[in-house]
C-alpha cells in the first residue's frame, strides 16, 4: 500500500476545526470521536485516493477532483502525485459551490 500524504488548504484546516469547535461546546467526547473518524476517513482516502467518486461540482473535471460525506460534512479533495490536497469542507445543509 503506497500511502499519500495530506496536505491542507488554510481554509480547510479552519472549515474542519469549526465543526469540531462547534461539536465540542456540548460534548467534548463527541468532538473527539468525530474527529477521530473523519481523520480514520482522510487515512484511507491518503491510501486509496480514487475510492471516492469524482466529485460532481467541479467543472471540467479530470477525476483527479474527488468528494465524500461524512457525517454530513462534505469532503473535497483533489489527487495530486504522492499527495492529496484537501481543499474544502462544508455542511451538506450549505447550497452546493460549483468550482
Not at 499527495?83 to 474544502?88: D, V, W
Request: aromatic share 16%; glycine share 2%; charged share 30%.
Amino acid at each position: 500500500m503506497n500511502e499519500n500524504k495530506i496536505a491542507w488548504s488554510a481554509i480547510s484546516i479552519r472549515q474542519f476545526n469549526s465543526p469540531i469547535d462547534y461539536i465540542a461546546d456540548d460534548s467534548s467526547q463527541n468532538a473527539y470521536d468525530v474527529h477521530r473518524k473523519m481523520l480514520e476517513k482522510l487515512e484511507k482516502v491518503a491510501a486509496y485516493p480514487t475510492i471516492c467518486p469524482p466529485d460532481k461540482y467541479k467543472f471540467r473535471n479530470n477525476n483527479d477532483y474527488r468528494a465524500f460525506t461524512l457525517f454530513r460534512y462534505r469532503f473535497t479533495y483533489r489527487i495530486k502525485p504522492g499527495f492529496i490536497e484537501i481543499l474544502r469542507i462544508r455542511h451538506t445543509s450549505m447550497k452546493p459551490k460549483y468550482y
